[in-house]
């Protein structure tokens, strides 16, 4: 099977830089996505690697490590509206770009 | 704009009683989904269709049924609804790698 481990809490402080980390335990998949759900709203796409290495887009950037099976997703100038839960994903995998979302991690910025 | 749109955005049922959710989109994406989402959990994948063509997980209770009439419009039937089923159901599309979530739809199970 398919397992993406997550921190399940990270906190920081706003201004400050904050990375969260997944592990996972999977193969045959074709890219890393990122992705932001705000409390009783719906999962928002923020990145995908599809190669290994880094995709800065504003002020979040991911990254891909295929050989350590370990991806991050990197926060910076963090701002009180990004508390929220960030889950990583793997997929396609299969057919009909299934996606495998990790144990997702709850971020609170505090000022 | 473009997008996803579930109905109702909560729905409350009683115990046994069928319930079905919608979700339409006008994205045009040939890939729709359904998830179930739990509080302080990860969206779990019931099902998808890529175009018509049907894909069940393989851990998705038989409770759970799902309808695409037209590529626009997809639904989930519950058939008998118990406790454990209170959730918030997620409908997606997709058409490469990004996919594009509804708002939800929160079911209580009375």
């Known amino acids: 099977g398919q397992s993406l481990e997550q921190p399940s809490e990270v906190t920081a402080v706003e201004g400050a830089i904050v990375q969260i980390n997944c592990t996972y335990q999977?193969?045959?998949?074709?890219?890393l996505s990122w992705y932001q759900q705000h409390d009783g709203g719906a999962p928002t796409f923020l990145s995908y690697?599809?190669?290994?290495g880094l995709e800065e887009t504003g002020r979040f950037s991911s990254f891909l490590s295929r050989s350590d099976s370990y991806g991050y997703l990197l926060l910076q100038e963090l701002q009180m509206k990004d508390s929220a839960s960030y889950f990583c994903a793997v997929g396609p995998t299969g057919g009909g770009n299934k996606l495998t979302f990790g144990t997702g991690t709850q971020l609170k910025v505090e000022l | 704009d473009a997008m996803v749109i579930q109905n109702p955005r909560y729905q409350v049922t009683q115990f046994g009683k069928p319930v079905t959710l919608s979700c339409s989109q006008t994205?045009?994406?040939?890939?729709m989904y359904w998830y179930q989402q739990k509080s302080s959990q990860a969206p779990k994948l019931l099902f998808h269709?890529?175009?018509?063509?049907?894909?069940n997980e393989a851990d998705t209770p038989d409770n759970f049924q799902s309808r695409r009439p037209n590529t626009s419009f997809c639904f989930l039937d519950i058939r008998s609804p118990g406790l454990g089923d209170a959730a918030m159901y997620l409908c997606a599309t997709s058409r490469g790698y990004e996919q594009y979530f509804g708002p939800g739809t929160r079911l209580t199970v009375t």
């Open positions: 269709y890529y175009d018509k063509d049907f894909n």
């Open positions: 690697n599809a190669l290994d």
């Open positions: 994205l045009n994406h040939n890939v």
């Open positions: 999977t193969s045959g998949f074709y890219g």
